[in-house]
């Protein structure tokens, strides 16, 4: 059975900083692996995809890569801004179904 | 283009009602999928539709029912409400074209509250 873990559950830092959101799955039979934004109350907004054949993938200041071998996924985030605080959730798809982790909530602090 | 929409947006409901949430799909999408994401969690797959038949389905009940119209849009429908069914409801659709490429573009949800 899949399982998706995301390290560490909430993390506060302060505008500017570089960080690194990690993934963790026990399954490496999977189809790609999105990251997702949530806002409190709201639905997902996809970040970024990594298709199964791919290393990594850029957005802007997002960057995520991923091993499949070793079944892990990082997103890292450059110059954090306040905008930024929200809940960040890493998905695998194996099949027709997302299996999500439980989530990262990041805080930025100006 | 409206993107996936959900209605309603919130709903409170007493133990053992019934309810029924509705999602529209994104323009040119065809499949159409529900999560439940309980708070602190992350979403939890219910089942997917396509071709107006349910294609694969999570580890949830039979009080969780879906049903997919011509137009590819959804149902949700969950008889005998339980307080462990309070829950932010999403939708997600998806074309059906089978690509590693297609990302699931996902509804604002449905915040369903059990009393």
């Known amino acids: 059975k899949q399982e998706v873990t995301q390290i560490p559950a909430a993390l506060s830092v302060p505008e500017g900083e570089n960080l690194v959101l990690n993934c963790s799955f026990t399954?490496?039979?999977?189809?790609?692996l999105q990251w997702f934004r949530q806002d409190p109350g709201k639905g997902l907004t996809s970040l970024l995809l990594?298709?199964?054949?791919?290393r990594e993938q850029t957005s802007g200041r997002l960057n995520a890569s991923l091993d499949k071998s070793s079944g892990r996924s990082t997103l890292y985030i450059a110059a954090s801004q306040p905008g930024d605080s929200a809940t960040y959730l890493c998905?695998?798809?194996?099949?027709?179904?997302?299996?999500f982790g439980k989530g990262t909530t990041l805080s930025v602090s100006s | 283009d409206a993107g996936v929409t959900q209605s309603p947006t919130h709903l409170i409901k007493t133990r053992g009602q019934q309810v029924t949430l509705r999602c529209s799909p994104k323009?040119?999408?065809?499949?159409v999928s529900w999560y439940q994401q309980a708070l602190g969690q992350g979403p939890q797959f219910i089942f997917q539709?396509?071709?107006?038949?349910?294609?694969q389905r999570g580890n949830f009940p039979d009080r969780f029912s879906g049903h997919q119209f011509p137009n590819y849009s959804s149902e949700l429908n969950v008889n005998a409400l339980l307080l462990g069914d309070s829950a932010l409801y999403l939708c997600?659709?998806?074309?059906?074209?089978?690509?590693?490429?297609?990302?699931?573009?996902f509804g604002p949800g449905t915040r369903l509250t059990v009393l």
């Open positions: 998905a695998v798809q194996a099949g027709t179904a997302l299996i």
């Open positions: 997600a659709s998806s074309p059906a074209t089978g690509q590693s490429t297609d990302t699931q573009y």
């Open positions: 990594i298709q199964s054949s791919q």
């Open positions: 323009s040119g999408h065809d499949t």
């Open positions: 399954d490496s039979a999977i189809y790609n």
């Open positions: 539709y396509y071709e107006e038949e349910e294609r």
